[in-house]
């Protein structure tokens, strides 16, 4: 399989997760990326020793999946953007990519050269990429943001996920949340601008912002608010299915767990389902026989699926709805999601080997071509290939000693 991004140089000078996580999903679509990192320091990112509770390094080794998820496949050198010399080598690789992509705050952008103007007059042929908090205009513009923040906060997903009785904010629902789509959207838009540079010979700036990415996906109920001209109703904790369909909402199981029904059809999924849960008399039931009677009587039906659903266990459940029409999912924790037969089935948990030679295996991004799950690499070690790299800008090795004696590459 001919990766669609081969042959496509990529210079990223960014860190965290929402910028280099796009750098990773161009890398598993064959791109070359080249990660810039801080000289000293590297990317901030690899100073997370702990995340949600948990280490973030495993069995006292280099692999970190906070780094090699939003990492993988890239080349990465240690270089000091302050420094003349590393000034020199940024323009080489500048000229040498095709695209260059940071997050980098419109202060240190400017202080740094690396605004539109300053790569352009590099390379006028590059496709320029930011990736921000808030947009590159407006009162925002120069502020920093992550995704708890633009995109979780502000763009509409908290207020969303959050009971209106709740006495606090509901958190993401996992770290770099809004981060990886975020990435994910600018590895399209880059696409994109490839496409329009080949068809028209116009190199393309592309601008995504988390709280843009937010909103996008929270579209469909800032539509609405729109529409109607403010606030939606609020929701409550102790709402289990929609106003008119016993069949949509989350229901609970004897041993605590949950299941999701989304079975838009009432009427036709309704006998379906009461026969297989070992209630067949429901169908017939004058209440509940036909799809407009369910609306009418949805907290009825609602309260007996509440019932009947909390007089199994999950398991029990999983075999029953096994093989239903009705369109339900199990409410899956992080290591069932990990061993999901569908995703694994799918190819979307791609395995690979780590610096240390064990085999370790990351979340795929979701896109597959030609049928072809995703082969990924693991993630660079801090500034791994700096010497590579500058051999291949054809500095000799009397000046790679040199610059290291400077400070100016690692």
Do not use: C
């Not at 590393?86 to 240190?108: M, Q």
């Not at 009971?163 to 990435?183: H, I, K, Q």
């Not at 041993?255 to 067949?280: C, H, I, N, T």
Request: no cysteine.
């Amino acid at each position: 399989m001919q990766k669609p991004l081969t042959g496509v140089r990529v210079l990223e000078v960014a860190q965290y997760t929402f910028v280099p996580a796009a750098g990773a999903v161009m890398a598993d679509w064959g791109a070359e990326v080249i990660k810039v990192e801080h000289a000293q320091t590297g990317d901030a990112q690899r100073g997370l020793r702990q995340v949600m509770g948990v280490d973030a390094m495993g069995n006292g080794g280099s692999f970190s999946p906070v780094m090699e998820g939003p990492n993988r496949g890239k080349r990465s050198i240690g270089l000091a953007l302050d420094l003349p010399h590393g000034r020199e080598i940024l323009e080489k690789l500048i000229r040498a990519s095709d695209v260059f992509v940071t997050n980098f705050l419109p202060g240190a952008r400017a202080k740094l050269g690396l605004d539109l103007d300053d790569v352009r007059r590099i390379n006028p042929n590059i496709i320029y990429v930011r990736g921000t908090g808030f947009g590159v205009r407006g009162p925002d513009a120069a502020k920093g943001g992550y995704d708890s923040t633009a995109f979780w906060s502000r763009g509409g997903s908290g207020v969303g996920a959050t009971p209106s009785d709740s006495d606090r904010l509901v958190g993401m629902p996992s770290a770099a949340f809004g981060d990886t789509m975020g990435g994910m959207t600018i590895a399209g838009g880059v696409a994109a601008a490839l496409f329009a540079r080949a068809t028209t010979g116009d190199p393309s700036v592309v601008d995504v912002s988390l709280l843009g990415v937010g909103a996008w996906a929270t579209q469909f109920s800032v539509n609405l608010a729109m529409m109607n001209g403010g606030p939606l109703p609020k929701t409550y904790t102790d709402k289990r299915s929609s106003g008119k369909n016993p069949l949509i909402g989350t229901y609970r199981t004897s041993d605590g767990r949950w299941l999701m029904f989304s079975m838009l059809q009432p009427g036709k999924y309704w006998p379906e389902f009461v026969s297989v849960a070992g209630r067949p008399e429901l169908a017939a039931d004058e209440r509940f026989d036909s799809a407009e009677k369910l609306m009418t009587n949805t907290a009825e039906a609602a309260a007996l699926v509440t019932e009947i659903v909390a007089s199994k266990t999950y398991g029990e459940w999983l075999k029953l709805l096994d093989n239903i029409q009705g369109q339900w999912a199990a409410v899956q924790d992080a290591w069932e999601v990990a061993n999901d037969p569908a995703l694994r089935a799918n190819g979307m948990i791609a395995g690979f080997v780590d610096a240390e030679g064990y085999d370790r295996e990351l979340v795929a991004n979701p896109v597959q071509f030609d049928e072809m799950p995703a082969q990924i690499k693991r993630a660079p070690e801090f500034a791994e290939h700096t010497d590579e790299i500058l051999r291949e800008l054809e500095y000799d090795d009397e000046r790679l000693i040199e610059f290291k004696i400077a400070g100016v590459v690692t």
